[in-house]
């Protein structure tokens, strides 16, 4: 009588998939060319915007399509850069759009000055209140942290006008204010989480060592966690700086002045003026893109770090 629990012969890999070692090979080798397909179909409107931002005008609708134009026009990225100051002398407010010499450096700066300022004031809030979450010990520490979660789930659209009636009120319409002093008081709850999960990581017996030594409650926040907390707080940074530099509704709103506004306002004047000229908008959207994908490859270990171990003891 056979015994269930042997496998049969014939069960059995045999012939070319005998081998684990070459099954292995070949498996990897399928996933590393259908990740390698997948990375091209992601990357392909990349390639496109990059394309059509060195070509002229009448090339952009060209059939078939050029994908490397000949010869190459680098006098597209300064063109869009500037075009805005072009009409300085001309009286383009009946298009509500009143441009006064103002380009994409005066958008550039103002988009920088209110991500870097936010960007400290979230990853410097968040940390403080995600310390205060993990290693203190208070009356009402966990109600009060699912009472900070429970308000992700409340839509921005809900406290969009009480807030904006707020912040007029007291005077902050058509100032950075209402853009960067928020990131001062909290951080944001996803980013507060986030930073508790990395702080309950770390052994509790870091902060008793420190206290034995007389180091106060500040003190082993600042100097002893804040330097192990490097990747989920370069998580963080990235997070809040990729936000603030491509947010356009809160600019939209708070801001009205032309020489006030941030890049994404500004690409959307360029498309009311020069939504024809593709080869220019190209030009424009790649150099805005440029900033958050070197912020990317600088900060990548430390990003996918932070990710991978939040929340592993």
């Not at 992700?152 to 209402?178: A, C, E, H, N, R």
């Not at 990395?198 to 100097?223: H, L, Q, T």
């Not at 966690?225 to 356009?248: E, G, H, Q």
């Amino acid at each position: 009588m056979t015994d269930p629990t042997v496998p049969s012969p014939a069960a059995s890999p045999t012939g070319f998939w005998a081998s684990k070692r070459r099954a292995d090979k070949i498996t990897r080798a399928i996933v590393t060319i259908l990740l390698v397909l997948g990375s091209v179909v992601m990357m392909l409107p990349i390639v496109w915007m990059l394309s059509t931002s060195f070509k002229t005008r009448t090339d952009v609708f060209s059939i078939p399509p050029v994908w490397i134009p000949s010869p190459l026009h680098w006098e597209n990225y300064p063109m869009a850069w500037n075009v805005s100051g072009m009409y300085s002398t001309e009286d383009w407010s009946f298009l509500g759009i009143p441009f006064h010499g103002v380009t994409f450096t005066t958008y550039t700066l103002n988009t920088l000055t209110i991500a870097v300022l936010s960007c400290l004031g979230t990853t410097l809030s968040s940390s403080l209140v995600a310390f205060a979450f993990a290693r203190l010990r208070f009356p009402g520490r966990g109600p009060l942290f699912i009472l900070c979660l429970a308000t992700m789930m409340v839509p921005t659209q809900v406290t969009m006008i009480p807030t904006f009636i707020l912040f007029k009120s007291i005077g902050w319409y058509d100032t950075f204010y209402p853009l960067i002093v928020p990131a001062f008081l909290g951080g944001g709850a996803y980013n507060i989480f986030l930073m508790r999960q990395f702080f309950m990581s770390i052994p509790y017996e870091m902060d008793e060592a420190a206290k034995i030594d007389g180091c106060s409650n500040f003190g082993v926040y600042w100097r002893i966690l804040l330097p192990l907390c490097k990747p989920a707080l370069t998580t963080v940074a990235v997070f809040s700086f990729v936000y603030n530099w491509t947010d356009y509704l809160n600019p939209l709103i708070y801001l009205d002045t032309n020489s006030k506004k941030t890049l994404a306002l500004g690409l959307k004047n360029f498309v009311s003026l020069y939504g024809q000229d593709y080869h220019l908008l190209m030009a424009a959207s790649l150099l805005v893109s440029i900033p958050i994908a070197v912020l990317f490859l600088i900060g990548q270990r430390y990003f996918i770090q932070g990710i991978a171990t939040t929340g592993l003891k």
